[in-house]
């Protein structure tokens, strides 16, 4: 079970407001190694940027 800390982390992480090394100071005071590395293993940014998608006409 992720802990209470872990989605917020993950957000701040996903939209490039923290570093790597301020993920991994959360450890273990918030969040444990394995919640760590899979956050830091997500990718960060615009890359699914909705906009860029391809649209359909209706």
Do not use: H, R
């Not at 991994?24 to 956050?39: A, L, R």
């Amino acid at each position: 079970m992720a802990s209470a800390i872990y989605g917020f982390v993950l957000n701040m992480w996903i939209m490039q407001k923290i570093s790597a090394e301020k993920v991994q100071s959360y450890v273990p005071k918030g969040i444990t190694q394995e919640e760590c590395d899979m956050i830091l293993a997500t990718p960060q940014g615009n890359e699914y940027d909705v906009q860029s998608l391809p649209t359909q006409q209706i």
